[in-house]
């Protein structure tokens, strides 16, 4: 599986953004698919999880209630809608996908993206 990711760009503080990512091959939809960033000088962090139906979707505390992930399996993509954007959440934003479901430890997804930047200014 070969994920592209895209959509990031730069916004202000409250704004919003939303990323997408494609996978190609057939068998996207039997992965889970997760979202990670990765500030400067920091560990790459769990951001949402869905499961391989969108039935099911996880969330890091940090981003609940404001971020919502969501998968079209007809077009083997996954997306990230970010609202109520904070500077904090300034990072290189990663797509995953996972053969496990729910998880959010980052050994247990399979694939990586290339990473898509976000900037968020106060």
């Known amino acids: 599986v070969q994920l592209q990711a895209s959509g990031g760009g730069l916004v202000q503080a409250g704004g919003s953004l939303r990323l997408s990512c494609t996978a190609s091959g057939r068998t996207f939809s039997s992965y889970a698919m997760g979202w990670f960033r990765q500030a400067p000088g920091k560990e790459r962090e769990f951001v949402a999880h869905?499961?391989?139906?969108?039935?099911?979707?996880y969330y890091a505390d940090s981003v609940k209630d404001r971020f919502t992930i969501s998968r079209d399996n007809a077009k083997n993509t996954v997306y990230l809608q970010m609202n109520s954007l904070k500077p904090e959440d300034t990072a290189v934003y990663y797509c995953?996908?996972?053969?496990?479901?729910?998880?959010?430890?980052?050994?247990?997804?399979?694939?990586w993206g290339q990473g898509t930047l976000v900037t968020v200014s106060s």
């Open positions: 869905i499961s391989w139906s969108g039935g099911t979707t």
């Open positions: 995953a996908a996972s053969r496990r479901q729910l998880t959010t430890t980052r050994s247990a997804y399979d694939y």
